[in-house]
Nanobody
């Protein structure tokens, strides 16, 4: 069992920055990868960034160059810069457990980019 808790969301102006955090607890040694997804009302949840246990990272094209995902033991971070209104969404932390590949999700944190 893995529990995820996100924090760091809020209101920011276009061009601003924000850092999201996600702390995992429980069976953290079984986590294969962690990442961030986002979702707006009426839209499908989309992947933003992923980091594997080996340190490999993957970014969605739409955010590449503006976000950085990192991991410090049981906590992962999403540093976001040059934010745009279209980045507004609920951001969810994700963790994939090995060997089952079961997906765990946090409760979400709201990011609103508006002037």
């Amino acid at each position: 069992q893995v529990q995820l808790v996100e924090s760091g969301g809020g209101l920011v102006q276009p061009g601003g920055s924000l850092r999201l955090s996600c702390t995992a607890s429980g069976s953290i040694f079984s986590v294969l990868a962690m990442g961030w997804y986002r979702q707006t009302p009426g839209k499908k949840r989309e992947q933003v960034a992923v980091i594997t246990s080996g340190g490999k990272v993957h970014y969605a094209d739409v955010v590449k160059g503006r976000v950085t995902i990192s991991r410090d033991n049981a906590t992962q971070y999403l540093q976001m810069v040059n934010l745009k209104p279209e980045d507004s969404a609920v951001y969810y932390c994700n963790a994939v457990q090995t060997p089952t590949l079961y997906n765990y999700w946090g409760q979400g944190t709201q990011v609103t980019v508006s002037s």
